[in-house]
């Protein structure tokens, strides 16, 4: 996954429900997640975001979400965060989405090596629409299983997905408007190429803490905003799409 809280809100009722039937999962972070939100939701720029306190914060939640999900392990691969696409970065940051492919790939192997994962998901690097970060996580993964025997499962948030988090969010007056028309033909791309659907309702709760354990990201999360019954309706399955 890209940053410390996307293990929790795409793949979150996946990794717990596979822990409780006993198998073994492995999360690996690309990014710290500095250019997320600082204390009192202050963003990056602003005074009073510091990225490595915010960094350190993130990354002990990622641990205590983790732990919600039974998660046996976390990796890091420990790249600064992207942030926005339209951020300006000095040279000498070497923010994720910088780091060559193949540089990256290489390290995320080596991880793919020792721990040998018979399933591996990973965001989908074909949906344009998505974080920077997403998009060059899913490439990097692509890129590091070549000659390594798993299966790789890209995380499709595809219409149906952005339909019922829209009318989970409407029930508590929160009204998204609708996308754009470019982004609705992305989604229902992403919506066709879907292959499989894992029902993860008996372990919502574990996704649910999980997400809260990101308490310093909590208040810009949509997801975060939905009370357990609407979270349930809205995350109680998650969609992917078989590559390989």
Same mark, same amino acid.
Request: glycine share 8%; aromatic share 6%.
């Given at each position: %996954?890209?940053?410390?809280?996307?293990?929790?809100?795409?793949?979150?009722?996946?990794?717990?429900?596979?822990?409780?039937?006993?198998?073994?999962?492995?999360?690996?972070?690309?990014?710290?997640?500095? %250019?997320?939100?600082?204390?009192?939701?202050?963003?990056?720029?602003?005074?009073?975001?510091?990225?490595?306190?915010?960094?350190?914060?993130?990354?002990?939640?990622?641990?205590?979400?983790?732990?919600?999900?039974?998660?046996?392990?976390?990796? =890091? =691969?420990?790249?600064?965060?992207?942030?926005?696409?339209?951020?300006?970065?000095?040279?000498?940051?070497?923010?994720?989405?910088? &780091?060559? &492919?193949?540089?990256?790939?290489?390290?995320?192997?080596?991880?793919?090596?020792?721990?040998?994962?018979?399933?591996?998901?990973?965001?989908?690097?074909?949906?344009?629409?998505?974080?920077?970060?997403?998009?060059?996580?899913? &490439?990097?993964?692509?890129?590091?299983?070549?000659?390594?025997?798993?299966?790789?499962?890209?995380?499709?948030?595809?219409?149906?997905?952005?339909?019922?988090?829209?009318?989970?969010?409407?029930?508590?007056?929160?009204?998204?408007?609708?996308?754009?028309?470019?982004?609705?033909?992305?989604?229902?791309?992403?919506?066709?190429?879907?292959?499989?659907?894992?029902? &993860?309702?008996?372990?919502?709760?574990?996704?649910?803490?999980?997400?809260?354990?990101?308490?310093?990201?909590?208040?810009?999360?949509?997801?975060?905003?939905?009370?357990?019954? =609407?979270?349930?309706?809205?995350?109680?399955?998650?969609?992917?799409?078989?590559?390989?």
């Amino acid at each position: %996954m890209a940053h410390p809280d996307d293990e929790s809100t795409s793949v979150g009722g996946t990794l717990a429900r596979y822990s409780r039937s006993g198998a073994r999962t492995i999360v690996v972070t690309c990014t710290n997640g500095e %250019m997320g939100d600082g204390p009192g939701g202050v963003k990056p720029g602003e005074p009073g975001h510091d990225p490595k306190q915010v960094a350190a914060t993130r990354l002990a939640e990622l641990a205590a979400a983790c732990r919600q999900l039974g998660v046996a392990h976390v990796d =890091l =691969l420990g790249y600064h965060d992207s942030g926005a696409a339209t951020q300006n970065w000095r040279p000498d940051v070497p923010v994720f989405t910088a &780091v060559p &492919v193949a540089t990256a790939a290489a390290r995320l192997a080596d991880f793919l090596l020792r721990h040998r994962p018979r399933i591996v998901l990973t965001h989908d690097p074909d949906a344009g629409f998505q974080h920077q970060d997403h998009i060059r996580a899913g &490439v990097i993964t692509t890129e590091a299983l070549r000659g390594i025997p798993a299966r790789l499962y890209y995380k499709a948030h595809g219409t149906g997905h952005w339909t019922r988090l829209r009318q989970s969010l409407a029930d508590i007056g929160i009204q998204l408007p609708a996308p754009a028309t470019e982004v609705a033909t992305a989604l229902a791309e992403v919506e066709r190429r879907i292959t499989t659907t894992v029902d &993860v309702s008996a372990v919502i709760d574990h996704k649910y803490a999980a997400l809260h354990a990101h308490a310093s990201q909590i208040d810009s999360s949509l997801a975060g905003k939905l009370p357990p019954e =609407l979270f349930r309706h809205a995350f109680g399955i998650e969609e992917f799409i078989h590559t390989r």
